[in-house]
Every structure is written in structure tokens, then in C-alpha cells.
């Protein structure tokens, strides 16, 4: 855990530096779940703004990033799945899959012995990927900071793997949920909430970013959102924005936090949210870390927090 929550937070730094149906190729028959052939070739263009073309739909991909291996097991294309990051575990069907490092630093040999049709890339260096792309290996970028980037990354990976009718479906539904949970609190008293990403140096997830896509779809104002991306942030500005409410992610330490943590805290029993006990501690870090399909449970989670609904 202690690893995990470290490389998040080397994911929100990287950060800080920083649809037309698919097919099986003509003459075969559609593999469960796939789309039709109706192209023999694949093109995408990805979150780098790059087109890539390939000849056909890549039947084993290397997966460097969580949410990238979530959005392909959810689509049902798991099996193509030839490698993953040390950090992809969910669904537990991905912790059978050949470790090949982390996404900030992929091992190159072992990605080169799965012999990959392609490459899913988060938050992956440009040295990487063009040392990727010099053993000839193509490199599709997904760097999902919005709703509407996560919907488009399951799109890319949907038209990819032929699954473009199921990656539709899941977006639709993620659509719905998070139109009812919106609708739901439109009428209600928005709290204004700041969230923990890191606690010390203090990090939150200002404009610009799913989290506070994520606090504003549950009925809340982030009083952060004044920062872009993902900032630090001085104690000085927290206690002068007087939130009414506290979330922190539950590895926003080495050591993983509590409602305690918060209360005893030099930085946070300062605010009066925290000394009145309106705090809380996200149950998986993992919901709301990773811009794939299950951020809807973050929104869900974060709603009940806000209303106690």
C-alpha cells in the first residue's frame, strides 16, 4: 500500500510537469463481444494528438497504467491483456497477467518478450514511449483530467479492441448514474469541500482535473478549483477558504489516513470543519485515483459523505 501511494502521488507530480464501430478482420468470425468487421485497418488518435494505424485489431496489448487495464477488462477484452503495471489489480483477473513494472518505469525487456500488438500509456514519459516505439511497437496515449477524457479514453480503447457497442454502453451508463446523483442534489445547500491528495507537502486536485469533476457531479463546491491541475497548497489559503468540509484520500500518507489523523493533525485541527468532525476518509483510494469506469463509485461515495444519503 505504502508503494501505491507513493506512485499516486508521482502520477499527480507527472501531472504537474506535464466513434465508429470496430472489427475483426475480414473473414473471420467475431470474437464474443466484438463488432463486426467492417475496416480492415484500426486508426485512432490519441490523447497526444497523434494518429496511429493499425493493420488490424491487436490481439495482445500492454497495459501501463490502472485505469487503461480496468477499462479493458470491463469492455470484456481481458484476454488480449499480455502485460500489466505492478499497480493493476482490479479486477482480480488482472493479477494474473505478467508484471512488466510500473508506469513511470516500465521494464522495455519484458515488454518486448510479450510481444505486444500495442502499447496503452498513461502518464508514460516521452523517452519511453519513443523507446517503445523504436522496437517497433506502437504507443497509444491515454491521460484521462476530465469526465469527458475518461468517456473518450473507453471509446479509444472500445474502437481498439473491436468492443466500440460495449464501450458505448458503458459510457451511456456512466452518463445516467451520474446525471441521476446530479439531479438528485441540485436543489441542496452545495458544501464547500477541499480534498486531501497529499497531506504534507499539502497537494489537492484543483480545475482541470476528474477529482474535482468528481466533487462537483456528488453536490459539492471545491474551493480549490481557483488552482489548476493537480497543485500544492499552503495551510495559509486552506484556513482562509474555511471549507465545510474535509475529504482526504485514505494514502494521502505513507502510512494511510484517519479521521484521527485529521483531528490531531498541526495542518488540519485548525479548521473548524475538522474540529466539528466533518471530515472524511475515501474507503479506496483506487475509485477516485483512476480515471476509468469505476470513478462513478467515487461520485456515489462521495455523494453519501456530502448528505449522508
Known amino acids: 500500500m505504502k508503494k501505491l ?6 502520477l499527480l507530480i507527472l501531472n504537474l510537469a506535464a ?3 470496430d472489427v475483426v478482420p475480414q473473414g473471420s468470425d467475431p470474437e464474443p463481444g466484438m463488432d463486426a468487421a467492417k475496416e480492415s485497418k484500426i486508426e485512432v488518435v490519441d490523447f497526444k494528438g497523434r494518429n496511429i494505424v493499425l493493420d488490424k485489431i491487436p490481439q495482445r496489448i500492454v497495459s501501463l497504467s490502472p485505469s487503461n487495464t480496468e477499462t479493458l477488462f470491463a469492455l470484456g477484452a481481458g484476454e488480449k491483456v499480455v502485460g500489466v503495471t505492478s499497480y493493476c489489480d482490479y479486477p482480480e483477473e488482472a493479477g494474473k497477467v505478467q508484471r512488466i513494472g510500473t508506469f513511470e518505469e516500465p521494464n522495455m525487456e519484458l515488454i518486448k518478450k510479450a510481444q505486444p500488438d500495442v502499447v496503452l500509456a498513461g502518464y508514460l514519459k516521452k523517452e519511453a514511449v519513443k523507446a517503445l516505439e523504436g522496437m517497433g511497437i ?15 479514453s473507453i471509446g479509444i480503447i472500445g474502437k481498439l479492441t473491436g468492443t466500440a457497442a460495449k464501450a458505448e454502453e458503458i459510457i ?12 438528485k442534489v441540485k436543489d441542496k445547500k452545495k458544501p464547500a469541500v477541499f480534498y486531501v491528495v497529499w497531506a504534507d507537502p499539502l497537494m489537492t486536485a484543483g480545475s482541470n ?3 474535482n469533476d468528481v466533487i462537483k457531479a456528488a453536490g459539492g463546491i471545491n474551493v480549490a478549483e481557483k488552482v489548476e491541475r493537480w497543485a ?3 495551510v495559509e489559503e486552506l484556513i482562509r477558504d474555511n471549507p465545510d468540509m474535509l475529504v482526504a484520500a485514505l494514502h494521502s500518507t505513507d502510512e494511510g489516513m484517519t479521521k484521527e489523523d485529521l483531528k490531531k493533525s498541526r495542518i488540519f485541527n ?3 470543519c475538522v474540529r466539528q468532525g466533518r471530515i472524511y476518509v475515501m474507503s479506496d483510494d483506487n475509485i477516485i485515483s483512476r480515471p476509468g469506469p469505476r ?3 467515487a461520485i456515489e461515495e462521495m455523494n453519501r459523505a456530502f448528505f449522508g444519503e
Open 270 to 272: 485548525k479548521l473548524e
Open 19 to 21: 466513434c465508429a464501430k
Open 138 to 152: 506502437p504507443v497509444i496515449v491515454t491521460e484521462a483530467e476530465s469526465f469527458e477524457e475518461i468517456y473518450k
Open 5 to 10: 501511494a507513493v506512485s499516486i502521488v508521482l
Open 295 to 297: 470513478i462513478v463509485q
Open 209 to 211: 482535473t476528474f477529482i
Open 172 to 183: 451511456t451508463d456512466m452518463k445516467n448514474k451520474i446525471a441521476e446523483i446530479e439531479t
Open 232 to 234: 500544492n497548497y499552503s
